[in-house]
C-alpha cells in the first residue's frame, strides 16, 4: 500500500496510546479505599447498598426540596428526623465528619472530583496522630 | 352527515375542555399554570419525572417561619450608619459573602446608599439635609413580578411559590449574568474570582489566611450570581433575616423605633401591614412594575 | 467536497497557520480564564456583559445578512446573485459559529451549559436564542453543502431543500429580532427600553454583513480563480446603502426621543457615550465619535452612484461601514446599557488584555471556518466552471 511504512507506524502508535491506561500501571495497584464509618451512628438516611449507589442522586433531591420548595425536613428509611444538609447533616459531628476519611477515599480511588466543595465547606479535621511506624 | 358516536364523543370532549376549562378554572380560583406549578411543588415536568423513580421529597419543619408572601419595611428615619453598617455586616458574615478589594468585583448583598442614587427618580435640589445624609439600606427587593426570573433561561433564579422568595440555585447557575441586566435596582453580584480559598497552603497564602465566618453555611464558587436571599435559610429554622435581628437589637438599645420590620405582607395583622397602614410608604422604581417588596419609610 | 479544504498553495496555508496561531493562544487564555474567573476581563459588578457579548450581538448581524442575498435570488429570481449566495450562507456558518462560541467564553459555567436544555424555559428569550441560533446554524450547512453538490454534480438541487431554503429567510430575520429582544425587554435599562431596538439590529445588520460579504468576495476574486461577479458586488453595493442610511436615520430617531423628551434617565446613556461623565472623558468617547464620523462619510461615498460603482472606493466605505457599526454596536451599545448603572451611578469599561486575545481567538475560529468553507466553494465553483467573469 502506499505510504505502508507511516500507516503501521502510525497505527502502532495510536494502540499504545489508546492503551496506555492499561500498561502504564502494570504491577502497581491503588491502596484499596479505607472508608472509616462513624462510630457513634450505625444506620444512614437511607440503606448502606442505596447510599452506595445513589448518595448523588439523594443529595440532588434534598437541594431542590431544600432551595426550591423550602421543604427540609426529611425522614429517613428507619423514621429518624434529619435536616436536609450536606454540611450539617451528612459531614456533621456524629456522622460522617471526616472528609479525607471517608468521602476522598473512594473519590480518589475512583478518579472522581466532585465540585461539591468549591462551595460546601468541609468540617474542619485536626491531624490525627500518626501510628508508630512497623519495620 | 351522520355523526357516529366515535365523532360525537371526540366533539364532545374537546367540547367541554373548551368551554369547560374556564368556569372550572374560575372555580377552583386559580389558573390552570398555576394549578399545575402548585401540584408539581414548583418543579418542572422533566423534573417531576424523574422524581417519580426516587425518593419524594421532604416536608416543612415545625419551626419554621412561613409568610405568603415576605416583605420589609426599612424604616429610614430610625437608621444610622452604625446600624447600616451592623446590618451589612451581619448579613455577609452569616452567608460568608467575601470582602473582596477590586471593587469592580465586589460582592455585596445588602449595602448603605444615599437617598439621590436609591430613588433617583423623586430627588430634587432641595431635599432636606437630614435626608440627603441618612443612610438608606438596599438589597434585593424580592420583586412579586421579578424581571430577572423572567429572563434567567435555567430558572437557576426563581421565585418560591410557597412565601415569593426569589432565591438563586447556585448548583444550576451557568453564570449568563442574564439576570444582573435584567434587576432593574442592581440587587445582584457575580462572583468574577474565586471568592474563597479551597484546599492547599498555597490557597490559603493568597488569601491570607481569610476563611469563611460561618461554616454551617456554603460558601459559592466562582462564576455564579449572588443576591440576598431574605435569610430562607434562617426562616427554615425559625429565625428572623439577620439584618433585621441586629437592627432590632441595636435600635432598641439606642431606643429607636426599629429600622427594618419583616413580615407577611398577606396578612393583615403582621407588622409590616400595620406600619405600612400607618405611615407614608415608597417603593424603588415602582412604574416598572416589578412589584417590590420592600418597602421604605422616609 | 471537503477533501478540496485540504488542497492548496502556499499563501493558503500560511493564512491557516496564522489563524491556528492565534486561535492558540485566544484558547490558552480561555483556559487561563476557565481556571480563575471572569475576573481576567474588564467586567464589572455594574458593567456585566462586556465586549463577548458585544462582539456576538454584532456576528448576530452579520449571520442574518445572508438573508439578503438569499431573499432577492429564491424569492425574486433575480438571477445574478445564485453565483454569491454560496459565499452568502458560507459566511453565515462562520459568523453563527462565533457567535455561539462568543457565548460560551462568556459564560461564568460553561460545564453547565447543557442547564439551557435540561431545565427549558420558554419565557427566558436566551431560550429562544438558543433555538434559533443553533437551528440558523444548521439550516445553514444543510442548505449551503447541498446545493453546493448538487451545482458541483452538475444538476439543479434537490427538490426537498426549496423548503429549508424558504424557512432560512424568515429564520435569519428572527435571530436578530430574538437577539434584540434581549435588550429590549429589560425594564430596568432605559438605553435599550425601545421599540427600535430590533429595527436597528436589523438595519445594522443588513449594512455590516453585506460589507463583510463585498470585502470577502473582493479577497476571493484577488486570491482564488473564482470571480464574484461585478454585477453582484454592485448590487450589494445598494443594499448597504439602503441599509446604512436606515441604520443612521434609526439612530437620529433615538436620539431625538431621548433629547427631545429631556428625560434625565435616558439622556444619561448617551452623554457618556459622546460626551464622558462630568468632565471625566473616557476612551469610549471619541470611539462613538469615530463611529459615527466613519458611517456618516461611507454614506456620502455610497449614495453618489459614482463613487458607489467604484470598486476602489466601495471598499473604502464597506470598511469604514464595518468599523462604524462594529463599534456602534459591538462595543457602545452594551457598555451604553450599563452605564450609569440603576442607581446612577459610574463604572467605566475597557476590555484587558486577556479578553481581547480570547475575543481574537474566537474570531480567528470564525475566519477558519470562512476560509475551509470558500476554500472549497470557489474550487467547486471553479471546477465547474462557474466563476468565470
Known amino acids: 500500500m502506499y505510504d505502508g511504512g507511516k500507516i503501521i507506524a502510525g497505527i502502532i502508535i495510536g494502540l499504545l496510546l489508546l492503551t496506555f491506561p492499561i500498561w502504564y500501571g502494570l504491577g502497581r495497584a491503588a491502596p484499596k479505599p479505607d472508608v472509616k464509618l462513624p462510630v457513634k451512628e450505625k444506620e444512614c438516611v437511607e440503606p448502606k ?19 426550591r420548595v423550602a421543604k427540609r425536613s426529611f425522614v429517613a428509611f428507619n423514621g429518624k428526623k434529619y435536616e436536609m444538609s450536606l454540611q450539617n447533616t451528612c459531614m456533621s459531628a456524629d456522622c460522617h465528619a471526616r472528609k479525607t476519611e471517608f468521602c476522598d477515599q473512594c473519590h480518589n480511588y475512583t478518579g472522581v472530583v466532585p465540585y461539591c466543595w468549591d462551595c460546601h465547606i468541609p468540617p474542619k479535621e485536626e491531624p490525627k496522630k500518626k501510628p508508630e511506624e512497623k519495620h | 352527515m351522520a355523526v357516529n358516536r366515535r365523532k360525537f364523543l371526540k366533539i364532545g370532549g374537546a367540547s367541554i375542555l373548551a368551554f369547560g376549562a374556564r368556569p372550572a378554572a374560575d372555580a377552583l380560583g386559580i389558573s390552570p399554570t398555576e394549578w399545575l406549578d402548585e401540584k408539581l411543588g414548583g418543579f418542572t415536568i422533566p423534573e417531576t419525572l424523574f422524581h417519580l423513580f426516587r425518593k419524594p421529597a421532604g416536608s416543612v419543619a415545625g419551626e419554621a417561619l412561613t409568610a405568603k408572601r415576605w416583605a420589609m419595611v426599612v424604616n429610614v428615619r430610625a437608621l444610622d450608619e452604625e446600624i447600616a453598617e451592623a446590618c451589612k455586616e451581619a448579613c455577609h458574615r452569616v452567608h460568608n459573602v467575601p470582602e473582596i478589594d477590586n471593587p469592580k468585583h465586589e460582592i455585596k448583598w445588602i449595602w448603605q446608599e444615599e437617598y439621590e442614587h436609591v430613588f433617583p427618580g423623586q430627588q430634587h435640589e432641595h431635599v432636606d439635609d437630614a435626608l440627603k445624609k441618612l443612610p438608606f439600606l438596599v438589597m434585593c427587593n424580592h420583586c412579586f413580578n421579578p424581571p430577572c426570573c423572567r429572563v434567567c433561561p435555567t430558572k437557576a433564579t426563581f421565585k418560591r411559590k410557597k412565601d415569593g422568595i426569589v432565591l438563586m440555585d447556585m448548583h444550576r447557575c451557568i453564570g449568563c449574568r442574564f439576570c444582573m441586566a435584567a434587576c432593574p435596582f442592581g440587587a445582584r453580584s457575580f462572583n468574577w474570582i474565586i471568592p474563597w480559598p479551597r484546599a492547599g497552603a498555597e490557597e490559603e497564602r493568597r488569601f491570607k489566611g481569610k476563611e469563611p465566618p460561618t461554616p454551617d453555611y456554603p460558601t459559592r464558587a466562582k462564576g455564579v450570581v449572588e443576591k440576598c436571599n431574605f435569610c430562607a435559610e434562617r426562616l427554615a429554622k425559625g429565625k428572623i433575616p439577620a439584618c433585621v435581628e441586629v437592627s432590632q437589637e441595636l435600635c432598641n438599645k439606642k431606643g429607636r423605633e426599629p429600622a427594618l420590620v419583616f413580615g407577611d405582607l398577606e396578612d393583615p395583622d403582621s407588622e409590616v401591614r400595620q406600619l405600612l397602614r400607618s405611615r407614608y410608604s415608597i417603593r424603588r422604581k415602582p412604574e416598572l412594575g416589578s412589584n417590590p417588596n420592600v418597602y421604605y419609610i422616609v | 467536497m471537503l477533501e478540496k479544504a485540504f488542497v492548496g498553495g502556499r499563501k493558503y496555508w500560511v493564512l491557516i497557520a496564522c489563524l491556528l496561531g492565534v486561535i492558540g493562544v485566544g484558547f490558552i487564555m480561555w483556559l487561563w480564564q476557565f481556571r480563575v474567573g471572569l475576573g481576567i476581563t474588564g467586567m464589572s459588578r455594574d458593567v456585566s456583559w462586556g465586549f463577548y457579548i458585544g462582539q456576538f450581538t454584532y456576528l448576530v448581524g452579520v449571520a442574518a445578512a445572508g438573508v439578503m442575498v438569499v431573499l432577492p435570488y429564491y424569492v425574486h429570481h433575480y438571477k445574478a446573485f445564485g453565483r454569491i449566495t454560496i459565499l452568502a450562507e458560507f459566511m453565515a456558518i462562520g459568523a453563527v459559529s462565533m457567535c455561539l462560541l462568543f457565548i460560551l467564553v462568556d459564560l461564568g459555567n460553561p460545564v453547565r451549559m447543557i442547564n439551557v436544555l435540561l431545565h427549558p424555559t420558554p419565557r427566558s428569550v436566551l431560550f429562544w436564542d438558543m433555538i434559533v441560533l443553533n437551528g440558523y446554524l444548521f439550516l445553514n ?14 444538476s439543479p438541487p434537490p427538490g426537498w431543500i426549496k423548503p429549508f431554503i424558504y424557512l432560512s429567510i424568515p429564520w435569519a430575520i428572527s435571530i436578530h429580532t430574538v437577539t434584540a429582544y ?6 430596568g435599562r432605559g438605553f435599550w427600553l425601545t421599540a427600535i431596538m430590533a429595527p436597528r439590529f436589523l438595519s445594522s445588520a443588513f449594512c455590516a454583513g453585506p460589507a463583510i460579504l463585498i ?4 479577497i476571493v476574486r484577488k486570491t482564488t480563480k473564482f470571480d464574484p461577479g461585478k454585477e453582484q458586488i454592485r448590487t450589494l453595493g445598494s443594499i448597504v446603502t439602503y441599509a446604512l442610511v436606515l441604520n443612521v436615520f434609526f439612530f437620529l430617531c433615538e436620539l431625538f426621543t431621548v433629547f427631545y423628551s429631556q428625560i434625565p434617565g435616558h439622556m444619561h446613556h448617551f452623554h457618556y457615550l459622546f460626551f464622558g461623565h462630568e468632565g471625566h472623558v473616557v476612551k469610549l468617547v471619541p470611539l462613538m ?3 459615527f464620523a466613519c458611517m456618516t462619510a461611507a454614506i456620502i461615498l455610497l449614495v453618489i452612484p459614482v463613487t458607489r460603482r467604484n470598486e476602489g ?13 462594529w463599534i456602534d454596536k459591538g462595543f457602545g451599545l452594551v457598555v451604553g446599557g450599563f452605564v450609569p448603572n440603576p442607581l446612577e451611578r459610574i463604572t467605566d469599561y475597557w476590555p484587558t488584555v486577556p479578553e481581547t486575545l480570547i475575543a481574537l481567538g474566537v474570531w480567528a475560529t470564525g475566519f477558519l471556518i470562512i476560509s475551509l468553507l470558500y476554500k472549497v466553494a470557489t474550487s467547486v465553483k471553479v471546477e465547474v466552471g462557474a466563476g468565470q467573469a
Do not use: F
Open chain 1, 49 to 67: 447498598a442505596y447510599m452506595k449507589n445513589y448518595h448523588m442522586q439523594l443529595l440532588d433531591l434534598w437541594r431542590d426540596s431544600t432551595v
Open chain 3, 141 to 154: 450547512i444543510l442548505v449551503g453543502w447541498n446545493v453546493l453538490s448538487a451545482e458541483r454534480k452538475g
Open chain 3, 182 to 187: 434581549l435588550y429590549a425587554g429589560l425594564p
Open chain 3, 215 to 218: 470585502l470577502l468576495c473582493l
Open chain 3, 289 to 291: 465619535w469615530l463611529a
Open chain 3, 313 to 325: 472606493i466601495l471598499t473604502v466605505a464597506c470598511v469604514l461601514t464595518v468599523i462604524g457599526t
